[in-house]
Nanobody
Framework: QVQLVQSGGGFVQPGGSMRLSCTTS????????VGWFRQGPRKEYEFIGT??????LTYLPDSLKDRFTVSRDANTVYLQMNSLKPEDTAVYFC????????????????WGQGTQVTVSS
């Protein structure tokens, strides 16, 4: 089962950028997808985007794809966030699913530990 360890996060001013990392281990195949979610003050999970480990194809909702991108290298998936706004403040999670464009957090089987991102002046 794929395991995930997150890094990055912290404080950033409005308009700034931040990159979060999600390092994978114990991969036994490439047939999985890594998604990003965030959990704001209301504790609801918001889907941010996903990437196919095998093809590197990504999907992000229209509301975020102008500012956020998802990519990966040999072991790590990245969430690049630009033009950050105070409403982007949340705990960010990466997670593994086994279906493409899984936007429901309940479709994800393994989760990173989460990292706080605070956008404030």
């Amino acid at each position: 089962q794929v395991q995930l360890v997150q890094s990055g996060g912290g404080f950033v001013q409005p308009g700034g950028s931040m990159r979060l990392s999600c390092t994978t281990s114990r991969r036994t195949s490439s047939s999985f997808y890594v998604g990003w979610f965030r959990q704001g003050p209301r504790k609801e999970y918001e889907f941010i985007g996903t990437i196919s480990w095998a093809t590197e194809l990504t999907y992000l909702p229209d509301s975020l794809k102008d500012r956020f991108t998802v990519s990966r290298d040999a072991n790590t998936v990245y969430l690049q966030m630009n033009s950050l706004k105070p409403e982007d403040t949340a705990v960010y999670f990466c997670a593994v699913a086994y279906s493409w464009i899984a936007t429901d957090y309940q479709d994800y089987k393994t989760w990173g530990q989460g990292t706080q991102v605070t956008v404030s002046s």
